[in-house]
C-alpha cells in the first residue's frame, strides 16, 4: 500500500505561483510513473503532468511553459511548480501514481487532494 500526501495549495492572485509537494510512504524510485491530475467544479478530472521514473516529463498543453513537474527520490516526494497561474488553473489537485511489474500487473495510487484557487 502506498500512501500519499500533498500539500502547497492555497489561495493566489492570478500571476502568481505556488509549488505542490506529494510527499510518498516510501521510496518512489520504485514508481513507474508519477503524476498530476486536477479536477475543477463541474469538470472531469484531468491529467497536468507526469514523470517517468527515468526523468521523462510530460504536460497538458494548458499548462506547458507555466508549470514544471519533478521528483526528488532522496525525499520520497515530487513537485510540481506552476508559475503564471490563471483562474481556470482553480481546481483540486492529486497526486498519482503508477507501478508497472509486468504486463498485467498494475497499481494506482491516489493522495486526497489539494485545492488551488487564483482568484482574478
Known amino acids: 500500500q502506498v500512501q500519499l500526501v500533498e500539500s502547497g495549495g492555497g489561495l493566489v492572485q492570478s500571476g502568481g505561483s505556488l509549488r505542490l509537494s506529494c510527499a510518498a510512504s516510501?521510496?518512489?524510485?520504485?514508481?513507474?510513473?508519477m503524476g498530476w491530475h486536477r479536477q475543477a467544479p463541474g469538470k472531469q478530472r484531468e491529467l497536468v503532468a507526469v514523470?517517468?521514473?527515468?526523468?521523462?516529463?510530460d504536460y497538458a498543453d494548458s499548462v506547458k511553459g507555466r508549470f514544471t513537474i519533478s521528483r526528488d527520490n532522496a525525499k520520497n516526494t515530487m513537485y510540481l511548480q506552476m508559475n503564471g497561474l490563471k483562474p481556470e488553473d482553480t481546481a483540486v489537485y492529486y497526486c498519482n501514481v503508477v507501478i508497472v511489474k509486468s504486463s498485467n500487473l498494475r497499481s494506482e495510487y491516489w493522495g486526497q487532494g489539494t485545492q488551488v484557487t487564483v482568484s482574478s
Open positions: 516510501g521510496s518512489i524510485s520504485r514508481f513507474t510513473v
Open positions: 514523470i517517468s521514473s527515468g526523468g521523462i516529463t
